[in-house]
């Protein structure tokens, strides 16, 4: 368990690390300009896939994460608790 969290972490570091360099592609090519250079279409295709990593993926992977670990805590419906 502890090692899917660990990898859920690292994910999640690496992901929201992936925005602030999507911002600076364009400068740290020196081109300053609009989305429509190469550099623009880079960093907007690299925004979405921290997007999709930080947002999508850490949603999912927690989900799972949270059902494994509130599984021995399942209320079933019609059990009395002892």
């Known amino acids: 368990m502890f090692q899917k969290i660990l990898s859920i972490c ?6 929201w690390m992936l925005y602030p360099g999507s911002y600076f592609i364009p400068h740290l ?5 609009g ?3 190469q550099t623009g279409v ?3 295709f690299t925004y ?5 990593c930080s947002k999508v993926i ?15 805590e399942v209320y079933v419906y019609g059990e009395a608790k002892s």
Not at 29 to 33: Q, T, V, Y
Not at 48 to 52: E, K, Y
Not at 58 to 70: C, E, K, M, N
């Open 58 to 72: 850490d949603g999912v992977l927690l989900t799972v994460v949270a059902q494994h670990i509130s599984k021995p």
């Open 10 to 15: 690292i994910l999640f570091l690496v992901s």
């Open 48 to 52: 979405t896939i921290a997007d999709v």
């Open 35 to 37: 989305f429509f250079n």
């Open 29 to 33: 090519a020196g081109i300053e300009g």
């Open 42 to 44: 880079v960093g907007q």
